[in-house]
């Protein structure tokens, strides 16, 4: 139970007044935690006014455009990635007041929105976190104008604009850390390899989805760790533990890649399965796209090698299908492969694996019982 309240408060913003406890170390994250997501969504939120403010002096259509981009960053998420910064800067000692390095940490949610605003041009997706993506309401903005032109075109161009805007912003915003410039430099170096390993990722994403035939499970699980677990736990932890001047070599750093590799992979399983049996309402995304488009998911790539001969040939038509009753169908048949306990048994493998991890690892208690709770977190969650 207390990992789960860990957890729960980990991941999104606590209540006004932390939940009573007679545990002091669940006490002391819930408070922690509370200054740690406030301050990383301030800290969003006075940068970009200043920049939204900025690009309007241009012209009054930049600052639409620029308002655009800011709405994407602060319309929600869980803030997983700063989170995880946090406490492998707690975890490697940091000692700067939060302040210092509150502009480092808010970053990451920059270059998130980046990656997601991209993503969901590629995948075509029409929601995200409940709302229409960037390039879907860009598109119809462009409708009710009466522009000329396509409007689907110039949805996505405008969506890819407002990646490359964020991408440049997380750079920006990274510089105002109050950090040494040597650790600073070291802080970028770790970033860039973050950013690289995303865009891997990503480009074999791409590669998979019009490549199917050619694809695998260990292929799939590949983009699993360079285009989720890199940056949404690994990299945010190293990058955290970098912050506060850990030592490349040093036995923190080996247990935060085994840890953070480990709930990473185990985070994109956990996306597998919700993109396919999650509730829509609480993902915030259509259920069954991945059916629907045939993505080699992790998922998918299971059924397929576990599926008797007619199994496998019914799931053929992944990829082939829009009615929702056939995308339900095709779902029911994975799960009847046995491929979703399968991939279930790998989050649950993993999750040990990471908790072993941090077992070695050289931390104070408060940072171990919080990673802990993260990767609960991290791993059984409805969207």
Request: charged fraction near 25%.
């Amino acid at each position: 139970m207390a990992n789960d309240a860990v957890a729960d408060n980990a991941l999104r913003v606590a209540p006004a007044q932390p939940e009573a406890t007679d545990d002091p170390v669940r006490g002391v994250l819930a408070a922690f935690t509370k200054d740690l997501v406030k301050g990383v969504d301030d800290t969003l939120a006075g940068f970009l006014a200043t920049e939204v403010a900025a690009l309007a002096e241009i012209d009054p259509a930049m600052g639409g455009f620029a308002a655009t981009a800011r709405d994407c960053v602060l319309s929600g998420g869980k803030r997983a990635r700063p989170t995880f910064a946090y406490w492998g800067w707690r975890g490697g000692g940091g000692g700067e007041p939060l302040p210092a390095v509150l502009p480092a940490l808010a970053a990451l949610e920059l270059l998130h929105t980046f990656a997601l605003v991209h993503d969901d041009v590629m995948d075509a997706s029409n929601t995200r976190r409940g709302r229409p993506t960037a390039h879907r309401a860009a598109a119809a903005r462009h409708v009710a104008a009466g522009h000329t032109g396509d409007p689907d075109r110039f949805g996505e161009a405008v969506a890819v604009l407002v990646g490359d805007l964020c991408m440049v912003w997380a750079d920006r915003l990274m510089a105002h850390a109050t950090v040494s410039p040597a650790r600073l430099l070291d802080v970028r170096h770790c970033y860039d390899r973050m950013r690289i390993e995303t865009i891997a990722g990503q480009y074999l994403d791409v590669l998979g989805e019009n490549d199917a035939t050619n694809w695998s499970v260990d292929r799939a699980l590949r983009v699993a760790r360079y285009k989720t677990a890199s940056y949404t736990v690994q990299r945010p932890l190293l990058f955290g533990a970098c912050l506060a001047g850990a030592d490349a070599d040093a036995p923190l750093t080996a247990a935060y890649t085994r840890y953070g590799l480990a709930i990473g992979e185990a985070f994109q399983l956990r996306d597998d399965l919700l993109g396919v049996y999650g509730d829509s309402a609480t993902t915030g995304k259509p259920t069954g796209d991945d059916l629907r488009t045939g993505k080699p998911t992790v998922l998918l790539m299971l059924a397929r090698q576990l599926a008797t001969g007619t199994q496998r040939r019914a799931l053929e038509r992944a990829g082939a299908v829009t009615d929702a009753r056939e995308v339900g169908r095709l779902a029911e048949l994975v799960a009847d492969t046995g491929a979703v306990a399968r991939v279930e048994r790998m989050i649950s493998d993993r999750v040990i694996e990471a908790l072993a991890a941090l077992d070695t690892a050289p931390i104070d208690e408060t940072a171990r019982t919080a990673l802990r709770g993260l990767a609960t977190a991290a791993t059984n969650r409805q969207a």
